[in-house]
């Protein structure tokens, strides 16, 4: 379920808010999911129990710092949304699985 939001929140903030380049706007905010790179630099890569907020380097309070300064200007709106709803999400998985939300 947690990977299927990282898909659908984007696409219904696109539809709802970038109506006229929905599908364009979808696309940007999916290289949100890029910042997963971080998670190969881990031992081990995937860890069901390990909450990725405050542990992985591009989930950490300085990234997220400069994913919201992104939202400030137009042209790096849509990756800042999408880098900023990955994080919340990645929170919101920490807090039903470990109880936490922060690392």
């Known amino acids: 379920m947690h990977l299927t939001l990282h898909f659908i929140v984007p696409l219904s903030i696109a539809v709802l808010f970038y109506r006229p380049a929905s599908g364009i706007s ?3 905010m999916l290289t949100g999911l890029m910042i997963d790179v971080d998670h190969l630099w881990a031992n081990p890569v995937y ?6 907020i405050g ?5 950490t309070v300085l ?3 400069l994913y919201c300064l992104a939202l400030i200007h137009q042209k790096t709106r849509l990756l800042g949304i999408g880098l900023l709803v990955h994080v919340v999400l990645d929170s919101l998985d920490c807090q039903l699985v470990n109880g936490i939300w922060w690392y």
């Not at 542990?55 to 989930?59: A, I, K, V, W």
């Open 26 to 28: 979808f696309a940007i």
């Open 47 to 52: 860890d069901p129990n390990r909450c990725s």
């Open 55 to 59: 542990f992985h380097p591009l989930h």
């Open 63 to 65: 990234p997220v710092t």
